[in-house]
């Protein structure tokens, strides 16, 4: 269980609305080492969500080619890329009540996670719940509904929720832009925490330099472009 790299070539997508194109990713070429953990910033609109839902296999590019280590996702089948997202690639969204079942607590909650692995094969090495709960530091929350907690509480259980089954890459878009200071620290530290207990290689859209900070590098964007990384 170890991270992969995650690269993209020449990575274009455009929306059609009302007929007309618009550009939200305009060449991206950029390459991710494994086991690292990397921001992704910029302004509103400047293709952050974009890049990422492509990264993650969410949305096919227009043109151009990302790859989690040697898969090519722009070159999947659809059957191939659900399974690779079953497998090794994690998500989770803006809104962490979205992320989770509400009327089941943490460990019920990963559990269902381990459901899409589980589909594909019949003997996983997947991680057991309270112990993975307990290994990101929120063990005491293991038996708490979901629609009791914290928002900041239901992120950080997201994010182990999308650690169920030890992806090579967590993808996590504004994963602190509903949470307070103290919150939005405990969830920068949780995102490092899975660089370095579990290797992952972690990518986490943010608009907070606090959390850009935080993490090994960042990316700036605007208008669908790289405009700075902090690795260059
Ligand atoms: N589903 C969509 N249909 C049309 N335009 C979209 C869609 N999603 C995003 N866009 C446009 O693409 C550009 C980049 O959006 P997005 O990737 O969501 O940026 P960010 O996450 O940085 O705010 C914006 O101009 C946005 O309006
Ligand atoms: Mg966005």
Redesign the pocket.
């Known amino acids: 269980m170890t991270g992969l790299p995650v690269r993209c070539l020449q990575l274009r997508h455009t929306?059609?609305?009302h007929g007309e194109a618009?550009v939200?990713l305009d060449g991206i070429d950029l390459e991710l080492e494994a086991g690292t953990s990397n921001a992704i910033s910029?302004?509103?609109?400047?293709?952050?969500?974009?890049?990422v839902n492509l990264l993650a296999g969410l949305q096919r590019p227009s043109s151009g080619h990302v790859f989690i280590g040697e898969h090519e996702l722009s070159a999947m089948t659809p059957t191939a890329l659900l399974r690779i997202r079953a497998e090794r690639v994690a998500t989770a969204v803006q809104n962490p009540s979205r992320n989770l079942l509400p009327f089941g607590d943490p460990i019920d909650n990963i559990r269902f996670a381990q459901r899409g692995p589980r589909s594909y094969r019949r003997r996983v090495d997947l991680p057991d719940p309270a112990g993975l709960l307990g290994e990101l530091g929120l063990g005491d929350l293991a038996g708490v509904a979901v629609d009791r907690l914290s928002g900041g509480e239901r992120q950080r259980v997201a994010l182990a929720v999308a650690m169920a089954n030890h992806p090579a890459v967590l993808i996590a878009?504004e994963p602190t832009s509903q949470l307070d200071s103290a919150n939005r620290d405990r969830v920068a530290d949780i995102l490092r925490l899975i660089t370095t207990r579990f290797g992952t290689t972690v990518v986490a859209?943010t608009h907070d330099p606090q959390v850009a900070e935080a993490l090994d590098r960042t990316i700036r964007?605007r208008d669908?472009r790289i405009v700075e990384d902090s690795a260059a």
């Open positions: 929306y059609r609305m618009l939200a910029g302004p509103s609109g400047s293709g952050k969500s974009t890049l878009d859209v964007l669908g």
